[in-house]
């Protein structure tokens, strides 16, 4: 075991992408302005679709709350596939031939059209064909792994059955298909971003919008300052701004853990991915003179298990019972929006509202999915007709395939909101050590400590700026979690992902 492992998930975590590649340095918005299209959020979504969009000549503006790229799209597994996980033969069964073909449709477009942006632009971004495959290690899964095959055939993706994969473990099947692909995904986005200044054009960090006011034109409202807009396109993974469209109660949020390790094998190429919970991913990825293999898995929904550590220490096992591991380099641990009905939401925000889009929902397929959303928004702006506008529809009502969802995402909020009120925590400030946070009870009240490596205590009201329930304590990324729509928040109260958008109180003791 490499030395220090024993220690890694208390150490904060580092994903591979960002720290193999420049911080950006884009200046904060410091005075007001107008453009024709605000986009908030600068991930692969923000920055795909100012590309397109500047490109048909528009004068665009993107606001980035932190950093660009470092948030969903700096801690992916960048896959670039129209495999999501096993999802055809449920979509024809759900919706349809004609809606399951048009998702895969546009997630083989996609594919090729990321290689397409990547040789127009020459960006070297360690793109790599590769197949994709699901695997199972149980008999339970072989019939869905056949239903698999057939139904991608059916919908003409290049699938096949396989028995034989070149994996440390035994399989009992896998669904292969080929012509997929895996990339970097700062070194693809960065270059993109640095062609959206200029021309009228602007990307804005640190510059967190807090609300959008007035319709045609919008003004989209920051901690700096006003940007008018004729088009605004939320891209901020869950969406920031919700114009009654009520993706709160629509979606949830899931969490998943991923190491990037050195091993002594070869790593057989290939992406995996099991088809049975807790799930496995694994792909390999050019490093100096050779490769990291990263392995991903131990999705949960948000702020709902206690010690997210023990995640990553279950990953740590899985790596050492198959592989001869050299040393884990890099842990980071990624948030995903999930659809009720599985298919994220994409196009205008709500259907009286003409010029706002939305790109959410990805479902953990976020590659494929954020070149769509883009394409997808750039057409409906420029009243384009576009092939994949009905499945990806936000205003679709699918009440028999969602409804079930639907009330389980929201009687689990209803129970955080109440069960949180209600509980009183034991622990005190006395209880507290060293780099350990905790709900504590202070006079009767709930407060949410913690105690860094000098002895400093921080304290916050533990209660979502978002709408209200009560957070939880995330012992990996020392960070306060909604169990309600997935905010996330610094130990010092700072939102890191929202749909908040608004700070959590902070308590001085004897207030
Ligand atoms: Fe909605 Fe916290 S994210 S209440």
């Known amino acids: 075991m490499h030395v220090g492992e024993d220690n890694m998930v208390k150490e904060k975590s580092n994903s591979y992408w960002i720290a193999s590649t420049k911080e950006t340095n884009y200046p904060k918005l410091s005075e007001d302005l107008s453009v024709d299209v605000a986009i908030i959020g600068g991930g692969m979504v923000g920055i795909s679709c100012a590309y397109y969009l500047k490109n048909e000549g528009f004068k665009v503006a993107v606001i980035e709350a932190k950093r660009i790229a470092e948030g969903v799209t700096g801690n992916t597994t960048a896959k670039i596939t129209a495999q999501h996980h096993l999802i055809y033969d449920s979509l024809i069964r759900k919706f349809g031939e004609e809606i399951a073909q048009q998702y895969a449709s546009a997630n083989i477009w996609a594919i090729e059209e990321i290689a397409k942006i990547i040789e127009q632009n020459n960006i070297d971004c360690d793109f790599i064909r590769q197949p994709a495959y699901i695997y199972t290690q149980s008999e339970d899964y072989i019939k869905q792994i056949e239903d698999e095959v057939k139904a991608a055939q059916k919908l003409g993706i290049k699938a096949s059955f396989d028995t034989s994969l070149s994996l440390p473990f035994p399989i009992k099947g896998a669904v292969r298909f080929d012509h997929q692909a895996q990339f970097h995904p700062r070194k693809y986005l960065l270059p993109l971003a640095e062609k959206i200044p200029g021309e009228g054009s602007f990307i ?146 709500t259907s009286t509202a003409a010029n706002m889009y939305v790109a959410t929902g990805f479902k953990k397929w976020g590659m494929t999915h954020s070149i769509i959303g883009a394409a997808l928004i750039r057409d409906q702006i420029m009243n384009r007709q576009n092939p994949w506008e009905e499945v990806y529809d936000p205003s679709r ?115």
């Not at 609300?211 to 901020?236: M, R």
């Open 204 to 349: 804005f960090e640190n510059t967190r919008m807090k609300n959008i006011e007035g319709e045609n034109p919008y003004t989209v409202i920051t901690d700096s300052g006003k940007i008018t807009a004729t088009y605004v396109i939320i891209a901020s993974h869950f969406p920031v701004y919700d114009h009654f469209g009520f993706y709160f109660a629509r979606m949830y949020e899931s969490r998943t853990y991923a190491l990037a390790m050195k091993i002594k094998e070869k790593f057989p190429g290939g992406m995996y991915l099991s088809a049975e919970s807790p799930s496995r991913s694994l792909r390999s990825q050019p490093y100096e003179d050779g490769e990291l293999v990263l392995l991903v898995g131990e999705e949960h929904k948000t702020g709902q298990h206690k010690e997210a550590a023990e995640h990553y220490r279950k990953l740590q096992e899985f790596a050492h019972e198959h592989y001869n591991v050299e040393t884990i380099l890099y842990h980071w641990s990624t948030q995903d929006c999930m659809p009720i009905d599985d298919i994220p939401y994409i196009g205008r925000i």
């Open 397 to 511: 009502f699918t009440p028999l395939q969602s409804i079930k969802k639907f009330f389980e995402i929201n009687a689990d909020v209803a129970k955080e909101l109440i069960s949180g009120k209600l509980e009183i925590p034991e622990d005190t400030l006395r209880d507290l050590k060293e780099e350990e946070g905790s709900a504590i009870e202070i006079e009767g009240r709930r407060i949410g400590a913690y105690k860094d490596d000098k002895d400093e205590i921080h304290l916050v009201d533990p209660t979502c700026s978002h709408m209200g329930c009560e957070l939880k304590w995330n012992d990996a990324e020392k960070t306060w979690d909604c169990p309600c729509h997935g905010s996330r928040f610094t130990y010092t109260g700072e939102v890191i992902e929202g749909p908040a958008v608004n700070s959590l109180k902070r308590i001085k003791l004897g207030e």
